[in-house]
């Protein structure tokens, strides 16, 4: 389990830091961190669609399927250098495991 310093990326550090290979697992480990974390939280819930989404989307969205937007999170480190080398490692974690779903 890696220890980041960043506090940026709470549903991505939940992800990558699950032990599962499992992603619903991972993503409900990015969840709970990112609800542990958030302040004024919003998370709606469709059942009939069964979707979940969270405000205070950033560069890994949790709508399903999972997400992680490349480009944001380079952004997100060009604006953050102290916490760049977590959301490099972050994203290089999440896009290999999401590769299939045509991002």
Known sequence: MREFKT???PFGRGWVNC???DRDLRAASGYLLWAKETKN???DVDLGLCLVSMSDA???TNYNPVYCNAGEMDRLAK???EDAEDLTYIKEQMLPALKHQDL
């Open 7 to 9: 506090k940026l990326e």
């Open 19 to 21: 032990e599962s290979s």
């Open 41 to 43: 939280l919003t998370i």
């Open 58 to 60: 950033t560069g890994c």
């Open 79 to 81: 604006e953050h250098p």
